[in-house]
């Protein structure tokens, strides 16, 4: 037994931490986790301090059993995917193994495994579960699997190379339900996401010989579809694989009739120069801002394309 594994055999009451706004890695390392901490007849508990999780991640197994309180008789923490200790959203009182794969992260834990080459926090458990010859069962697999396809961008992020391969085959021999993964984690829409999809497009326009995408959202449509802020994503990134786009660009009105204007680049302009000129930023490939009440939809879309237009 190494130290890590001797400190998790002495604890009484073990709780797993996903980071605050939670994402496919963090959920699915502290579901695995929290398989194996079960199998080892521990007590434990799923925390994460933000409610509403996104219900694409639904599936995960243990997704039930997360709550937004942390137990008080825990003498033992395990955070998953947590780049800094601020990232648990609350202080903790009891001894800590942070498991992690970010570059910045600081070793915060009383104990750390972390390691920045490796694509998401699932690989750096993967690895830790085959080094110590601890069983990885259908539960786990689901879980590894879930979280390596998403920080991987469904295989197509820079960082996929043949490991990944390796790694996803061995989870779907232990029985990974990869399609499972695939329909939530890559394919989940909602239904009022799919209505204002259907209403963006429509209105989409292709300004600048079609090398920018434009969609002008308002309040209307939003009450139409019933659709959340963040379901304008999906269609703003897609219009960036149309043919000539290099930009695609996407100005929404908000409740109070003030606009939120978001940018995406997959080519040339540096979208956070533009943001950056109205108070907004971000970095090259992805930004925003806010406007206020004076303009309207359309002296906002003239006013920033003009300025798209210097740039590419
Ligand atoms: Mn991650």
């Keep these: 037994m190494n130290n890590i594994t001797k400190r998790i055999d002495a604890a009484k009451h073990i709780v797993v931490i996903a980071h605050i706004n939670p994402d496919a890695d963090s959920l699915s390392s502290a579901s695995a986790m929290y398989t194996h901490l079960l199998r080892l007849h521990k007590k434990?508990?799923?925390?994460?301090?933000?409610?509403?999780?996104?219900?694409?991640?639904?599936?995960?197994?243990?997704?039930?059993?997360?709550?937004?309180?942390?137990?008080?008789?825990?003498?033992?923490?395990?955070?998953?995917?947590?780049?800094?200790i601020s990232r648990i959203g609350i202080e903790l009182e009891c001894d800590l193994i942070n498991i992690d794969h970010h570059e910045t992260n600081t070793n915060f834990g009383?104990?750390?495994?972390?390691?920045?080459?490796?694509i998401s926090t699932t690989h750096v458990l993967f690895n830790y579960f085959k080094i110590n010859n601890i069983q990885i069962n259908k539960k786990m697999a689901t879980a590894l699997y879930a979280g390596l396809l998403d920080d991987s961008d469904g295989f197509l992020s820079d960082k996929v190379d043949a490991s990944i391969f390796i790694m996803s085959s061995e989870l779907i021999n232990l029985g990974a339900e990869y399609k499972l993964c695939n329909k939530f984690i890559m394919?989940?829409?909602?239904?009022?996401?799919?209505?204002?999809?259907?209403?963006?497009?429509?209105?989409?326009?292709?300004?600048?010989?079609?090398?920018?995408?434009?969609?002008?959202?308002?309040?209307?449509?939003?009450?139409?579809?019933?659709?959340?802020?963040?379901?304008?994503?999906?269609?703003?990134?897609?219009?960036?694989?149309?043919?000539?786009?290099?930009?695609?660009?996407?100005?929404?009105?908000?409740?109070?009739?003030?606009?939120?204007?978001?940018?995406?680049?997959?080519?040339?302009?540096?979208?956070?120069?533009?943001?950056?000129?109205?108070g907004g930023g971000g970095h090259h490939g992805r930004a925003g801002f806010n406007l206020s009440s004076k303009y309207t939809l359309q002296s906002a879309s003239e006013e920033i394309l003009q300025l798209i237009n210097k740039e590419i």
């Design 44 to 84: 434990v508990s799923f925390f994460c301090v933000s409610k509403n999780i996104h219900n694409k991640l639904s599936f995960l197994p243990w997704f039930e059993k997360i709550r937004n309180t942390f137990p008080s008789s825990a003498d033992l923490a395990i955070s998953l995917d947590c780049a800094s």
């Design 187 to 278: 394919k989940y829409q909602s239904l009022a996401g799919l209505r204002l999809k259907a209403i963006m497009l429509e209105k989409m326009d292709l300004c600048l010989e079609a090398r920018v995408a434009l969609f002008l959202v308002s309040q209307d449509d939003m009450k139409k579809s019933g659709a959340r802020a963040e379901d304008c994503e999906n269609p703003l990134e897609e219009a960036l694989f149309l043919p000539r786009a290099e930009v695609s660009l996407l100005i929404k009105q908000n409740v109070d009739l003030r606009l939120k204007v978001s940018i995406r680049s997959s080519g040339v302009l540096n979208a956070s120069k533009i943001a950056i000129k109205f």
């Design 110 to 118: 009383d104990f750390n495994i972390v390691n920045s080459e490796l």
